[in-house]
């Protein structure tokens, strides 16, 4: 007999509703199952959202800690022609006259030719720069536009062209890549021209600063621009003109800009917070963080910052949210800059051991770096690069003196007439120009160079027609440690940058003498760390965030885990609830299939019974 389906034909019972009714009562336990894992995914996908919103409060607390970085000040000018900017957030003011403008050096042919094709150097060009040095140009064919291109390609940092100054007549223009009187050269080996003209007289620009022909002075620049003649106002010229007037006012109003972008930003994890940890009494349901004491404790530490840090301008109302008073924080602002950098960014006092007349300044920190006294030691002192040219009061026409640190290179050839100051103010120009920084100084019948800053980093090396000359000092890093632990010396700075405890990060300015050390034996003192509220904010999601090691990082990888393993509890009930079911429906054929052949039964014996009895009448 063929087997009967599970439908209830046989039975009359609804077989299929009744095992989807029992398999639904067992279901309802994967559903808690699911609610469980539901719940647990919005928890964690809370937590990374408050990780993102402290991310951004991050990034703006970082760069209000950098206090160095501040534009705190506006400038202004008094003319058209003068183009002021100010960095930093000191007041200052100068008044001068333009006398004179930077300009490239720049020749031109006295002669045209009739097209670029025309010969005019029968062999290489060299072109003499204005230090002496040369450099040798090779032209090709000696065509005009053959020497344009080799002049091009050269690194003499001369620019060729050929210019057209009526149809078939060309010349040929050099223009020095450079501005300043350093900018003059010459060029020897054109045939095709009678001379090169002067179109341009190098010069430098010059500003003339005082009235009076007794007191008045120069300041001199390469380029147009003049940058630190006072404290963080850099300004360009582009006239020549009198009685002008450039300066900076304090004025925090860009710095109140990204205060308020903090504010905003600390208070947009708050209301995430607030959100996700919220009751509602008359609907009974709460957030996806309700009664987390993570979410609370990361509310409550925002709060407590902002209330010991007595920054000016903020300030905490009654709903629990920052506020922002601008004209607070500006008038102190105006009042101290200094003090208010201070308590957003970070500061170092410094309490001296007995005889040490010198200091420690802060110099920077990290998100590790723990408020609190630190003690420093200083084993030696860092040292300034310094060389030396012994001479006898003069030095011979066409000797050449060489600086050199790393790949950069500085040089000066003596001229006929160069006395001691012009080559020493020679080679500090070309030094200069090829961006080291190192300067010299005539002193009695030797010359000595320095570099600007002490250091190794400042190291360099000084030769004479290729002999090198008189090391009198190397440059060294100072040496000691901070809070008993070796740090790291960069010219002046000693840090922790691996540390650990709470100097880790710590980075000081050591500004003591020999004397300091000697009356102290290297304990020069301590230094009390202190963070502002920016710096304490980075601090903060330092501590939330960390990979591995944030609170916040570690509540969202614990509740990610709590999916996995509910989904696999939720798997594992998939397969129970398929085995439960297809145990139901074959029991319930199994029993479809006995009711069947029993009513097959039954109808055989009732039939055979009514066949016997027709059959004894």
């Given at each position: ?16 509703s ?19 894992q ?9 937590y990374?959202n ?48 333009v ?34 040095s040369?450099?040798e140009v090779p ?10 291109a ?9 620019t ?18 450079k501005t ?24 430098d620009a ?39 007037s450039?300066?900076?006012t ?21 209301s ?11 609907t009974?349901?709460?957030g ?6 993570t ?9 407590g ?8 301008g ?25 003090a208010v ?45 310094q ?17 050199t ?7 000066y050839?003596?001229?006929a007439t ?6 020493v ?13 190192i ?9 000595e ?14 030769a004479l ?12 890093d ?20 691996n540390?650990?405890?709470g ?18 034996g ?19 999601a330092?501590?939330?965030t960390?990979?591995?090691t ?9 509740r990610?885990?709590a ?55």
């Amino acid at each position: 007999m063929s087997q009967v389906s599970v439908s209830g034909i046989v039975s009359g019972v609804d077989t299929a509703s009744l095992i989807n009714s029992l398999v639904s009562v067992q279901q309802n336990q994967q559903t808690l199952l699911k609610n469980q894992q539901s719940q647990q995914q919005k928890a964690a996908d809370t937590y990374a959202n408050l990780i993102t919103s402290l991310g951004a409060l991050s990034t703006l607390a970082k760069g209000i800690a950098k206090t160095s970085d501040w534009k705190g000040a506006t400038a202004s000018s008094s003319s058209t022609g003068v183009t002021a900017t100010v960095t930093g957030t000191q007041g200052s003011a100068l008044s001068f006259d333009v006398t004179s403008l930077a300009r490239a050096h720049a020749l031109v042919s006295h002669e045209a030719v009739s097209s670029l094709n025309s010969p005019v150097a029968a062999g290489p060009l060299t072109i003499t720069k204005g230090d002496g040095s040369t450099v040798e140009v090779p032209t090709g064919t000696g065509s005009l536009a053959d020497v344009v291109a080799a002049v091009n390609a050269s690194s003499a940092g001369v620019t060729a062209s050929a210019v057209q100054t009526a149809p078939g007549q060309f010349r040929l223009q050099l223009t020095a890549g450079k501005t300043g009187e350093s900018s003059e050269f010459a060029v020897t080996g054109l045939s095709g021209f009678t001379a090169m003209d002067v179109l341009t007289q190098a010069s430098d620009a010059e500003i003339t600063l005082g009235s009076d022909p007794l007191t008045a002075y120069t300041v001199r620049s390469t380029t147009n621009t003049f940058a630190n003649v006072v404290a963080g106002v850099s300004f360009t010229v582009s006239r020549l003109e009198t009685g002008v007037s450039v300066g900076s006012t304090v004025d925090g109003s860009a710095i109140a800009d990204d205060v308020q972008k903090l504010v905003d930003a600390a208070n947009n994890v708050l209301s995430a917070i607030a959100t996700a940890t919220q009751w509602n009494a008359t609907t009974k349901t709460g957030g996806t963080l309700v009664g987390d004491s993570t979410a609370r404790t990361l509310q409550q530490s925002i709060l407590g910052l902002v209330g010991s840090a007595g920054a000016p301008g903020i300030s905490l109302n009654r709903n629990g949210k920052l506020t922002f008073d601008r004209d607070a924080f500006t008038t102190a602002f105006v009042k101290d800059p200094k003090a208010v950098a201070t308590t957003f960014g970070a500061g170092a006092g410094f309490t001296p051991a007995p005889g040490v007349s010198g200091t420690v300044s802060y110099s920077a920190a990290t998100s590790a770096t723990k408020a609190g006294d630190y003690a420093v030691s200083v084993s030696s002192l860092a040292t300034t690069e310094q060389w030396t040219v012994p001479t006898s009061g003069s030095l011979a026409a066409g000797q050449v003196l060489t600086l050199t640190k790393g790949s950069l290179t500085a040089s000066y050839t003596v001229g006929a007439t160069d006395d001691l100051d012009a080559v020493v103010a020679g080679l500090n120009e070309a030094a200069a120009g090829a961006g080291l920084s190192i300067s010299g100084a005539v002193n009695g019948i030797d010359l000595e160079f320095s570099a600007s800053a002490a250091g190794s980093a400042g190291s360099f090396s000084l030769a004479l027609d290729a002999v090198a000359q008189t090391e009198v000092v190397g440059g060294a890093d100072v040496e000691g440690w901070i809070d008993g632990q070796s740090a790291v010396g960069s010219g002046n700075v000693l840090s922790l940058p691996n540390g650990t405890g709470g100097a880790k990060g710590l980075a000081v300015n050591v500004t003591v003498s020999q004397d300091d050390l000697t009356a102290s034996g290297g304990d020069i003192g301590s230094v009390t760390y202190t963070p502002g509220l920016a710096q304490r904010f980075l601090q903060l999601a330092d501590q939330q965030t960390a990979t591995g090691t944030g609170v916040l990082s570690a509540a969202k990888t614990g509740r990610e885990s709590a999916v996995r393993t509910l989904q696999s509890q939720i798997d594992d009930w998939d397969r129970r609830l398929t085995s439960y079911r297809a145990s139901l429906q074959a029991q319930f054929t199994a029993m479809e299939t006995a009711m069947a052949t029993l009513k097959s039964q039954s109808s055989f014996l009732s039939s055979y019974s009514s066949t016997q009895s027709n059959s004894n009448q």
